[in-house]
């Protein structure tokens, strides 16, 4: 199941959103983002390796920048 399907199964009773690294190649985050937006705005909690943290946070902000 893709993350965007997980989303819609579970629609409003999302209460936090934990992600691990960001993977461009296996995620459709545009799509994915897309989906989250219709049901929740509110703490996206990502889980990664120090050296990654900052790969992650800018790879977020590209995303947000330019699906939300």
């Known amino acids: ?3 965007h399907e997980e989303i819609e ?3 409003r009773r999302i209460v936090c959103f934990h992600s691990s690294d960001i993977n461009l190649q296996n995620v ?3 799509l994915m983002l ?3 937006k219709k049901y929740y705005d509110w703490y996206w909690v990502f889980e990664v390796e120090l050296e990654n943290a900052e790969r ?3 790879l977020w902000r590209e995303m947000m920048n330019k699906y939300w």
């Open 34 to 36: 897309k989906t989250l």
């Open 1 to 3: 199941m893709q993350p």
């Open 56 to 58: 992650n946070l800018k």
């Open 28 to 30: 459709n985050y545009e």
């Open 9 to 11: 199964l579970v629609g």
